[in-house]
């Protein structure tokens, strides 16, 4: 009964997601950065790659810059291996998370570790504020065993990323819009009511089973991104089956965003500067 008392976000727009490649082909579920949700302060993408195919992954991501901004790459089957200019290069497990902040410059690749076989991920752009735009590069990467997990009253399991559930908290530190990033398996029947920080912009994207979200409830199917509104709690919940949805929240940052492809920053003035400075190697 008390739970009846807690705020509860209802969902304010669902993205479908659109089909569309990047890097070298790779065939992508966007879901933010779409026409019909071109952003959400302070996310300015979000990708969900999925394909047995390896003709759909193999040709990667080449070489390719970014600045302004973070990216936050969640690998949940398969493997892609990272490396940058600067000498940072890793390998992405399933389950593995990498929060790149670009800040000023790098220029990587992000290149599949198999020529078959399931790859599955996601890949999320979180803007930086104005003062940290041209921030030194930062790389926060976590195994899969370093992401604990958080066991929660009928049989809800919560994977934490960044935040805090219970007394659970997640690796991912540090990052300027105070982010949460859960990944949530819900049994059939099962929901989770999770408070989020007052405006926060918030967002739920089942990706495994279809999935009921916001309080009262939307059926959201598999594939399609639902806004929740902007104060209180997160409510996601499953019907006859189990269900697995990705929560994430953040503050917004409510500046200018001017966006030129891998470069996101708050004036013309800037990207003109970050092209003249990629192209003249001064990333
Ligand atoms: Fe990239």
Not at 102 to 116: D, F, K, L, N, W
Not at 233 to 261: F, H, M, N, Q
Request: net charge negative; proline share 7%; no cysteine.
């Amino acid at each position: 009964m008390l739970d009846q008392a807690i705020k509860t976000r209802p969902v304010a727009k669902l993205s479908r997601g659109q089909p569309t490649s990047d890097g070298a082909g790779v065939k992508l579920n966007r879901v933010i950065g779409n026409q019909t949700l071109g952003e959400l302060d302070p996310f300015l993408l979000l990708d969900e790659f999925r394909s047995e195919e390896g003709a759909d992954y193999i040709g990667g991501f080449p070489d390719h810059p970014h600045r302004g901004f973070e990216t936050v790459t969640y690998m949940l089957a398969g493997r892609m291996r990272h490396g940058d200019n600067k000498g940072n290069a890793g390998l992405l497990r399933p389950g593995s998370v990498q929060w790149m902040t670009a800040g000023r410059g790098i220029v990587h690749s992000e290149m599949p570790e198999q020529e078959e076989g399931l790859m599955w991920g996601f890949q999320l752009w979180v803007n930086l504020p104005a003062k940290d735009k041209m921030t030194a590069p930062r790389y926060q990467e976590f195994q899969p065993e370093e992401i604990p997990l958080a066991t929660l009253p009928g049989g809800v399991t919560v994977r934490v990323i960044a935040g805090k559930v219970g007394d659970v908290q997640g690796p991912v530190t540090g990052v300027a819009t105070d982010p949460i990033y859960l990944d949530v398996t819900l049994p059939a029947g099962g929901r989770f009511s999770f408070d989020l920080p007052a405006g926060h912009s918030a967002f739920a994207y089942p990706f495994e089973g279809d999935a009921l979200i916001g309080e009262p409830a939307t059926a959201v199917p598999r594939g399609t991104l639902a806004v929740l509104r902007e104060d209180g709690a997160a409510v996601l919940s499953a019907g006859a089956s189990a269900a697995r949805v990705l929560l994430v929240a953040g503050r917004p940052l409510k500046e200018a965003v001017v966006r030129y492809g891998p470069f996101v920053m708050n004036s013309e003035q800037q990207i003109r500067e970050a092209i003249t400075d990629y192209q003249t190697g001064r990333f």
